[in-house]
């Protein structure tokens, strides 16, 4: 019994989709090894993993990339891998974090500076209404703040709550940063969504000197 050029055709039509499907499972494979190799900071299996073609742009299931992991995580070395490699910068996880608030809350500054020369989004906000400006003035990291101010951040600018990084500063009593936000502009007078000034929240929170930068000189 022979197969007619209908069977012939439809075998071959068979053979292919497995071969596709085989292919698709091997990609998947791929770029699963490549996001647990960042997991763990394992150099050798992420330059593995690139090197029998995953995508640098792989996320997990919380759309996370290798890139966000490793900033997550603190390791700059794997993050720099991943730059290498071609990671889109401004793929943010679910929750909307970018690599840029990783950074800035990490407080890399050359990777901030990396990050801003790839293209990054400063004005990307997560689903807490925050951005790369609000962490590092909030975590203190004077020399991001000002590396988001050279990119053209707005020191006045006002995100949830009507909350300004100067206010995020003064809060945490982040006195370089409160200079630094100062010394470009940032105005002293505006109110959060309780009425509260800058100086007002950092006196509430118990920094004494962070207020006397806040007030007027007598």
């Given at each position: 019994m ?8 439809a ?6 989709a ?15 090894k490549l996001l ?19 995508s ?15 900033l997550k995580?603190?390791?700059l ?5 991943m ?6 910068v401004?793929?943010a ?24 020369a790839?293209?990054?989004d400063?004005?990307?906000?997560d689903r ?15 020399a991001i703040?000002?590396a ?6 707005d ?15 003064a ?6 940063v409160?200079?630094?936000?100062l010394?470009?502009?940032?105005r002293?007078?505006p ?10 929240i950092?006196?509430?929170a118990?920094y004494?000197?962070?207020v006397t ?6």
């Amino acid at each position: 019994m022979t197969l007619g050029s209908f069977g012939r055709l439809a075998l071959a039509a068979l053979a292919a989709a497995t071969l596709s499907a085989a292919r698709a499972a091997d990609d998947v494979s791929v770029n699963v090894k490549l996001l647990l190799a960042a997991r763990s900071s394992d150099a050798a299996g992420i330059h593995r993993a690139l090197g029998a073609g995953a995508s640098p742009d792989s996320r997990n299931r919380l759309g996370e990339t290798a890139l966000l992991i490793a900033l997550k995580k603190d390791d700059l070395a794997t993050a720099k891998t991943m730059l290498a490699a071609g990671t889109d910068v401004n793929i943010a996880a679910a929750n909307g974090v970018t690599p840029l608030m990783a950074a800035a809350f990490g407080g890399h500054d050359g990777i901030v500076a990396e990050l801003l020369a790839r293209g990054a989004d400063a004005g990307a906000t997560d689903r807490l209404g925050k951005n790369a400006m609000t962490y590092a003035a909030g975590q203190g990291h004077a020399a991001i703040v000002r590396a988001l101010l050279a990119k053209g951040v707005d020191a006045n600018a006002v995100y949830r709550n009507d909350l300004t990084a100067l206010m995020w500063a003064a809060g945490y009593g982040r006195n370089d940063v409160v200079k630094a936000l100062l010394e470009a502009g940032a105005r002293t007078d505006p109110r959060d969504n309780r009425g509260k000034t800058a100086a007002d929240i950092a006196r509430e929170a118990g920094y004494p000197e962070t207020v006397t930068l806040l007030l007027p000189p007598k």
